[in-house]
């Protein structure tokens, strides 16, 4: 569980698209995204999406890979069934 105390270090899943002339780059931009902090978990080529977990702190570096489209938080539900995103 994360500690409200530290909000840095919260996880967040996120679902990383990768720029459309740069798809065949799929594995590079992976291993860009790990060494700015992203835990890759999968790699889908054919939508050129890259899922994985990330510090909330380090989005913004997420968001500034070379060949990153956008990166969209995944929605996460409570015991109550309420939505948040992030």
Known sequence: ???KMN???HETNVLVTVDEGCR???EVIARRLE???MN???KFSLGGVIAGEVASANLDQI???KGVASVEKE???DVLGE???G
């Open 83 to 85: 939505t948040s995103v």
């Open 24 to 26: 065949g780059e799929l």
């Open 40 to 42: 890759v978990a999968e």
């Open 7 to 9: 909000p840095e270090k």
């Open 35 to 37: 060494a700015a902090g």
């Open 75 to 77: 929605p996460r539900f």
């Open 1 to 3: 569980m994360p500690s």
């Open 63 to 65: 968001r500034a890979v």
